[in-house]
């Protein structure tokens, strides 16, 4: 745990924004009719590549009506 202290204030920052993305990307998932795949997959994506995960679904998973 020691040696983690020394990073902690850069890693709030990372962390909030990880979640923060997560949220959002599952919450426009879940109201979007459709999606460029299934849905499933898109939200299996999301929650486990963290950061790039969201960012992947809002580049390439929206499907524009």
């Known amino acids: 745990m020691d040696a983690i202290r020394p990073y902690i204030p850069f890693l709030i920052p990372v962390i ?3 979640l ?3 949220i959002f990307a ?3 998932l879940v109201r979007r ?3 460029n795949g299934p849905r499933w997959m898109w939200a299996l994506i999301i929650i ?3 950061i790039i995960g969201p960012i992947a679904y809002f580049l390439i ?3 524009e009506e």
Do not use: H, K, S
Request: net charge positive.
């Open 48 to 50: 486990v590549i963290n």
């Open 61 to 63: 998973g929206r499907r």
């Open 26 to 28: 599952l919450i426009d």
């Open 20 to 22: 923060g993305l997560m």
């Open 33 to 35: 009719p459709t999606a």
């Open 16 to 18: 909030i924004i990880q």
